[in-house]
């Protein structure tokens, strides 16, 4: 039913469309102009990038959004992360999604923790976040300037011991295309 289709060149335009959509660059941390060449150039850099891994989140056959492991430190075993859901007939699956993604996340890269930020104003995904066992470790006030105004970002941090105890979620197993 869910499965994560590596990112490729083919999915560009369909990413650029979701990204610039109102209801889904309100709650990122940057606003990106819909530029297909620039979407090219940012593909290549972070295609290139060994602490970087996108995937296209698609839901019975239909692409729905994407989800992204960033910030990958292998050393420190942490990473951060962040997903969006483009389609919006699709949006009341993004509640479960994160589950998927820290089941395959933990054990593949062997992670002691990963970390996320949630823009203010965006109190569903930070409920959810709190639901899966997140720590709210601080806000950074006034972090983010957009539309002509400033915005608080909340830091979160999982570990995946809090992860694993929660034991709620341990049979969202879904398919992760390397």
């Known amino acids: 039913m869910i499965r994560f289709i ?105 992670f002691h923790k990963i970390t996320a930020e949630v823009i203010a104003g965006n109190d569903n995904v930070l409920k959810l976040n709190l639901l899966h066992g997140y720590r709210h470790v601080g806000t950074y006030k006034d972090h983010i300037f957009k539309n002509d105004s400033f915005f608080d970002i909340h830091v979160l941090e999982l570990l995946k011991d809090d992860w694993i105890r929660l034991g709620k979620f341990t049979k969202k197993i879904a398919e992760f295309e390397e």
């Open 6 to 110: 590596k990112l490729r060149e083919e999915h560009l335009e369909q990413v650029l469309e979701w990204r610039t959509r109102e209801d889904v660059t309100r709650f990122m941390n940057t606003d990106i102009e819909k530029n297909l060449v620039k979407q090219k150039e940012w593909f290549k850099r972070i295609s290139a990038s060994k602490s970087d891994k996108y995937w296209i989140i698609e839901i019975k056959g239909v692409l729905v959004g994407l989800i992204s492991l960033n910030d990958i430190d292998l050393v420190n075993k942490r990473a951060s992360w962040g997903y969006y859901i483009g389609e919006e007939k699709y949006r009341l699956y993004g509640g479960i999604i994160p589950s998927y993604f820290y089941n395959y996340i933990f054990p593949k890269y062997d």
